[in-house]
């Protein structure tokens, strides 16, 4: 192809990086639309199969089990089989879940069917990051990366919305197994992505990957240059877990990794996802007003996460992870004031539920989008594929704790103190923000791993 003949990066070459990413990112709404049903369903499942919150609990948290599992083999996928091969075998594994849980007989095989979800969802947020760093210009990655998040939100807030819908008639098999139909379209629509070019770069293939960057970038001086970045990178012999076991700097990077997904999970978010309609029940509102504003919190979801679209790249990862972390920690203080006060009345009602909104404002404008971005810039080339395993393997051990633990807090240490020790958690990550998380904004992925390799505290990394 002549590089005479290709547009500027401005016009076709953009638009293709933009069209590509957000074709990507559409794995998030495979994850969203899982979290969003299940929460709607709960209630009308321990209905019928008269379980208890623990087994509800279960149910909620098996997704998370196999997640984990499917994180940490979407590591070898990604390196074998290719980021793309990945994310189709994660829809084909999507699409069976879907309907599994649909026409489940038992708890027991709805419990294995949100396994068999998990898988799928633990190989896709394994893999979509990965290649949305991969395939996006350092200008615009922040950005794009997010997007997987909206994608998330957005998943979440149709999952909500339709789950109102069918309250109605209380038909969860509808809730969970309508899923499916996304599904497929993901499915037909990741078979028209490229290849990451860094991983055909990985395989030797490197026609494949220039032809690959050109398409992407648009311009033949940026195509040299971040091939001979690529190339330079991987000289390095090291890989994996042998990288992990003799570079020090590397095993910085994997702790960074798993301690933002960590941060990331204990901040509470997943609590109101899962159990959004309890949350509702416990502030005194009836089936109906639970279920619509549940839907309003995934719309706020989907809103606020506009916001960290619009200023990851302006403000940068440090000052927006710091505002959240504030606004989800006064946000939880004053629900858990609330409760512990007792909500009483419509004034006090609407008050809480603010406060609640608040927080999910909060969340998506920061930790949501932006710890995804961080864990996939912070990670060497050589180990990307290995770190971002880790830091996933964490996301979902820690969100299987938060799923598997909230009612039992709820009915254990009551609603206020359940609150409150989120809040508290928040209040932390700001610290650990200030001391550990490096600020990465226009900074390409080789100048962080030179950094990194070089020593450099991971808090200047990107410096």
């Known amino acids: 192809?002549?590089?005479?003949?290709?547009?500027?990066?401005?016009?076709?070459?953009?638009?293709?990086?933009?069209?590509?990413?957000?074709?990507?990112?559409?794995?998030?709404?495979?994850?969203?639309?899982?979290?969003?049903?299940?929460?709607?369903?709960?209630?009308?499942?321990?209905?019928?199969?008269?379980?208890?919150?623990?087994?509800?609990?279960?149910?909620?948290?098996?997704?998370?089990?196999?997640?984990?599992?499917?994180?940490?083999?979407?590591?070898?996928?990604?390196?074998?089989?290719?980021?793309?091969?990945?994310?189709?075998?994660?829809?084909?594994?999507?699409?069976?879940?879907?309907?599994?849980?649909?026409?489940?007989?038992?708890?027991?095989?709805?419990?294995?069917?949100?396994?068999?979800?998990?898988?799928?969802i633990g190989v896709a947020t394994f893999t979509a990051p990965l290649y949305l760093a991969e395939v996006a210009p350092?200008?615009?990655?922040?950005?794009?990366?997010?997007?997987?998040?909206?994608?998330?939100?957005?998943?979440?807030?149709?999952?909500?919305?339709?789950?109102?819908?069918?309250?109605?008639?209380?038909?969860?098999?509808?809730?969970?197994?309508?899923?499916?139909?996304?599904?497929?379209?993901f499915l037909i629509g990741v078979m028209f992505l490229p290849d990451s070019p860094r991983w055909l770069m990985m395989r030797g293939r490197r026609d494949e990957a220039l032809d690959v960057l050109q398409r992407l970038r648009g311009d033949s001086t940026i195509v040299s240059r971040e091939a001979a970045d690529i190339e330079e990178q991987l000289k390095t012999p090291q890989r994996g877990w042998h990288l992990f076991l003799e570079n020090r700097n590397f095993r910085r990077s994997v702790g960074l990794g798993v301690l933002l997904q960590l941060m990331q999970?204990?901040?509470?978010?997943?609590?109101?996802?899962?159990?959004?309609?309890?949350?509702?029940?416990?502030?005194?509102?009836?089936?109906?007003?639970?279920?619509?504003?549940?839907?309003?919190?995934?719309?706020?979801?989907?809103?606020?996460?506009?916001?960290?679209?619009?200023?990851?790249?302006?403000?940068?990862?440090?000052?927006?992870?710091?505002?959240?972390?504030?606004?989800?920690a006064a946000g939880l203080g004053f629900v858990g004031l609330m409760m512990h006060n007792g909500i009483h009345g419509h004034g006090t009602q609407i008050f809480t539920v603010t406060m609640l909104l608040i927080f999910i404002v909060g969340f998506a404008m920061s930790a949501g989008p932006l710890v995804w971005t961080l864990c996939s810039e912070v990670q060497p080339l050589k180990g990307r594929d290995f770190g971002i395993a880790c830091s996933t393997f964490t996301n979902w051990g820690c969100n299987l704790i938060v799923g598997f633990t909230f009612l039992s807090l709820l009915n254990g240490i009551g609603n206020a103190n359940t609150f409150w020790l989120y809040g508290a958690l928040n209040a932390v990550f700001i610290v650990l923000t200030f001391w550990l998380v490096p600020e990465t904004k226009g900074v390409t992925l080789e100048q962080i791993e030179r950094n990194l390799m070089a020593g450099k505290r991971l808090r200047d990394i990107g410096q």
């Open 1 to 120: 192809m002549n590089a005479n003949a290709i547009a500027p990066p401005t016009t076709q070459s953009k638009a293709t990086v933009i069209f590509v990413c957000v074709l990507a990112a559409l794995a998030g709404l495979m994850f969203g639309l899982d979290i969003g049903v299940i929460s709607g369903a709960t209630q009308f499942i321990q209905d019928e199969y008269k379980v208890s919150d623990h087994t509800i609990e279960w149910i909620v948290s098996s997704m998370m089990f196999g997640a984990a599992f499917g994180a940490v083999a979407a590591g070898w996928l990604s390196a074998t089989l290719g980021r793309k091969r990945s994310l189709i075998l994660g829809a084909v594994l999507f699409v069976l879940g879907s309907l599994l849980s649909g026409f489940a007989w038992s708890p027991e095989t709805l419990i294995a069917a949100r396994v068999v979800l998990g898988l799928a």
């Open 138 to 185: 350092e200008h615009i990655r922040g950005a794009m990366i997010s997007t997987y998040q909206l994608m998330i939100t957005i998943g979440i807030l149709v999952a909500f919305l339709s789950d109102t819908a069918l309250s109605y008639y209380g038909a969860w098999r509808w809730m969970l197994g309508v899923i499916a139909v996304p599904g497929v379209l």
């Open 265 to 328: 999970q204990f901040t509470g978010m997943n609590v109101v996802m899962y159990y959004a309609p309890r949350i509702f029940k416990e502030m005194g509102y009836d089936t109906s007003a639970q279920m619509w504003f549940t839907a309003l919190v995934g719309l706020t979801n989907v809103l606020a996460t506009f916001i960290a679209i619009a200023l990851i790249d302006r403000w940068g990862r440090k000052p927006i992870l710091y505002t959240g972390f504030a606004v989800m």
